[in-house]
């Protein structure tokens, strides 16, 4: 009965999301405004009913109510209760039905913090919004309906062990809040050109939500990273891996726009720019769906496929690119920047971002698209080495951190080149001396000594803006949050880019074969393996490798464990780590070797760490610049404003 | 209006032009860095290049991993059901290799032995690398899910 409602559920939201789109645009397009003010109730419906049929597929796993199929192959009775609830977007159906649900709340969120915002704009956002909506919940409806019924099996097949992990719990509702927060902007540029109003207003509106997007992203993709660094066994924590890309894509994209943003609303330039940045944005996420859900990839990751699916994603993708881009051909030569500035300023700082990050983009973009068109054309199968990133990555980050350190300092339009060489001549002296450092530290490498030199280039100049910023005022808090926001996330670059720099030059890694009471001395520290012991687990059995490491003074007990899950014959590695800020220890546990040996995976890997601290940080410069002041004085501001101005954009 | 237009028009050159020599490296470094895949019967027929990094895939052949007593060495064979090729390799094995799974291995060719640098086996039971799945069907007595559906 529950997987009933929730399936009629669903069919509610669909038609909730006709109306979202259907009268709000038409509405805005003719003037009618009585049509303009069903937009937000219908989003907050919309919210309403897939609040609910999520809520029914919750309810099925819960109550192992194994009649509905998607329950049936993704959980078991003997799963862990967190683990049934992360089971609802484990696969294919429901993690669409999250992604649904997270758009939905999103265009909730846009509906109640939209008042500042003229009514004929946010039924414009929400109209776009809607179509969105309809795109995923048609094709999960015909498709991949979660609440499908079968005779009910005694048992479930139990949710893929890989995924019964805590990280991997809450990765994917961090990563599609991200995703599926990028069509706010651009929903937001889309309404923007409909309304013929591409000025620095919608830019003001809609970065607190680019950036929203932009942090969860971030974090998202973070906590991606940190599962597959302890989970998968192997001690990477970035493998290039075409899922990985696919999130990394709309990342940078995002990123390049939260910073052209800040020049329309600021300066009123690059508007056609900043328009194409969102559009690709959202684009990118849609496409990162259609890589991740289709099957076109070779990807440890395509954990549910199915080719047909992907057609019908494929078709969406190709509509909400060609529909944006075609409505930008129109629009876009109405868009003029009639705005000056000099080679020396902000403005180009902020472009050469762009450009460097777009750039960015379109390696990674070529080298995760290039061997699938290459399968496609029938040329056979290839894959593109981890080098080709690496290297591209490596070399487009030295003018970007570069960049980074210099146009947080500089003043908009203009600014003045002897002052500037006055300060970045001590921020290049500290950059150097920290490399010399850490060449004394851990020996050369011109690599580290780069990396870590630019790292200290970024924090030391984000100190002198910061210094910069506070005189002549008095007190701390007079200076923006944006501001801070954007101090947070430089430093968390080149937090993150420390970590990037020492782990991936200083790393010491090696298999060994061990017995019992033998060790094995690896950068400093000795691993002792002591014995093996039979463990069992809730829904699992397996052995556990009981590993001293320890270098004198510190020692520390691992716990490597090989398990195997009742409900596949599926053997997986638990990593034994011990975390430390400035190194981490890991060791993993192979197959046994014979004679009582076994084969053990051990890492020493310096300053890994400081990878995940790095976009905490920045994530936390996303909370703090959308927290910004002016943000919500603007959504204090009352309802009369907001009412002139939508009469007029009306008309427009 | 003129100076605009050309203005305007020595700008798209630049974009062009700037993006075009981008491409074209981007492609470059690409190719360097594909390694493309080959089945047993492709390698053994030859085509596959010497001293240069490819892709291997196939079924792991039943009773042919035979291990060094104590150490991390590894041999085994991998075949498309027409022909095999061994595979040599030193480390820890994923934790879903076994003897008629399916696996792709990264690596060179020497001596008519496959080194391998990386052996994948994919995290999922039923899951055959597309890569394998494909040869495998263009062999004729190959019948689809027999080998890889263990389950």
Do not use: C
Request: aromatic share 12%; hydrophobic share 50%.
């Amino acid at each position: 009965m529950i997987p009933e409602i929730g399936h009629f559920a669903l069919i509610l939201a669909l038609g909730m999301a006709f109306i979202q789109t259907v009268f709000p645009l038409a509405g805005a397009q003719f003037g009618y405004q009585g049509w303009i003010h069903v937009a937000k109730p219908a989003a907050r419906l919309q919210a309403f009913f897939l609040t609910l049929s999520f809520a029914a597929l919750v309810w099925a796993f819960l109550a192992d109510d194994f009649s509905v199929r998607y329950v049936a192959s993704n959980s078991n009775t003997k799963l862990p209760t967190l683990y049934k609830v992360s089971a609802v977007w484990g696969a294919h159906e429901g993690s669409l039905l999250l992604w649904a649900l997270i758009l939905a709340i999103w265009g909730m969120m846009v509906s109640f913090f939209s008042r500042s915002i003229p009514q004929v704009m946010t039924a414009r956002v929400l109209g776009i919004l809607g179509i969105v909506s309809i795109g995923f919940l048609l094709f999960m409806l015909l498709t991949s309906n979660p609440f499908d019924r079968i005779p009910a099996p005694l048992e479930g097949r139990d949710l893929n062990p890989l995924l019964q992990d805590f990280g991997l719990a809450v990765h994917p509702p961090m990563l599609y809040m991200g995703y599926v927060g990028l069509a706010v902007p651009f929903a937001f540029a889309i309404a923007a050109m409909l309304g013929g109003h591409l000025d620095a207003a919608w830019a003001r509106w809609s970065r607190p939500w680019t950036n929203a997007a932009w942090m969860f992203l971030t974090l998202g993709i973070a906590l991606g990273s940190w599962w597959a660094y302890y989970e998968l066994g192997w001690g990477g924590w970035w493998f290039w891996d075409p899922v990985e890309n696919a999130s990394f894509m709309p990342w940078l994209v995002a990123t390049a726009l939260m910073h052209s943003l800040a020049v329309t609303e600021k300066r009123g330039a690059f508007k056609a720019w900043t328009v194409l940045l969102a559009i690709f944005a959202f684009s990118l996420s849609l496409l990162g769906t259609f890589l991740v859900r289709s099957g076109v990839l070779t990807s440890v990751h395509a954990f549910a496929s199915d080719p047909e699916r992907g057609v019908f994603i494929l078709g969406f993708l190709a509509f909400v690119i060609g529909s944006s881009l075609t409505l930008f051909a129109i629009r876009g030569n109405q868009i003029r920047s009639f705005v000056h500035f000099s080679l020396l300023s902000r403005e180009s700082g902020l472009l050469l971002n762009n450009i460097l990050l777009v750039v960015i983009t379109l390696v990674v973009l070529m080298g995760t698209i290039y061997p699938i068109l290459h399968n496609a054309m029938g040329w056979g199968n290839l894959s593109v080495g981890k080098p080709y990133f690496d290297f591209f990555f490596a070399v487009l980050s030295v003018p970007l951190l570069l960049a980074l350190g210099v146009a947080a300092l500089l003043r908009w339009k203009k600014d003045d080149a002897a002052a500037l060489v006055k300060k970045l001549v001590p921020a290049l002296i500290v950059s150097l001396l920290a490399g010399v450092l850490v060449m004394l530290w851990f020996g050369f490498s011109l690599g580290a000594i780069l990396g870590v030199g630019l790292a200290v280039w970024v924090i030391w100049l984000s100190g002198v803006a910061v210094r910069d910023q506070l005189r002549g005022k008095r007190r701390l808090s007079s200076i923006p949050r944006g501001f801070w926001g954007m101090i947070l996330g430089h430093l968390g670059v080149a937090v993150f880019t420390i970590g990037v720099t020492l782990t991936s030059i200083y790393s010491v890694e090696k298999d060994v074969g061990l017995g019992a009471g033998e060790s094995y001395e690896l950068s400093g520290y000795t691993f002792t393996f002591n014995e093996i012991r039979e463990i069992e687990g809730p829904n699992y059995s397996g052995t556990r490798g009981i590993v001293t490491a320890s270098d004198g003074d510190y020692s520390v007990m691992l716990y490597p464990e090989k398990r195997t899950y009742f409900s596949s014959s599926m053997p997986m590695t638990e990593a034994g780590i011990d975390a430390g800020l400035t190194r981490d220890l890991f060791v993993a546990l192979g197959e046994p070797l014979g004679n009582g040996k076994w084969a053990v995976r051990l890492y020493h890997k310096p300053f890994i760490r400081w990878i995940w601290l790095g976009t905490i940080i920045m994530g936390i410069g996303g909370i703090v610049a959308v927290t910004d002041k002016r943000y919500l004085r603007m959504a204090r501001r009352k309802k009369a404003t907001a009412a002139s101005v939508s009469s007029r954009g009306a008309t427009a | 209006m003129r100076t605009h237009r050309k203005r305007r028009l020595s700008m798209v050159l630049g974009l062009v032009v700037g993006v075009g020599v981008a491409v074209t490296l981007i492609l470059m470094a690409l190719s360097e860095n594909i390694n493309h895949f080959y089945d047993p019967t492709q390698v053994v027929g030859g085509e596959a290049p010497q001293n240069h990094t490819f892709r291997i895939g196939g079924m792991v052949v039943d009773g042919s991993v035979q291990r060094d007593e104590g150490s991390l060495k590894v041999r085994f064979d991998l075949t498309d059901y027409k022909e095999q090729v061994t595979v040599s390799y030193e480390g820890i094995l994923p934790d879903l290799f076994r003897e008629g799974q399916g696996i792709v291995a990264i690596g060179k060719l020497s001596d008519n032995v496959f080194v391998a640098e990386e052996v994948l086996a994919k995290h999922d039971e039923n899951y055959m690398p597309a890569e394998v799945k494909q040869s495998l069907k263009q062999v004729a007595d190959y019948k689809e899910g027999q080998p890889g559906a263990a389950e």
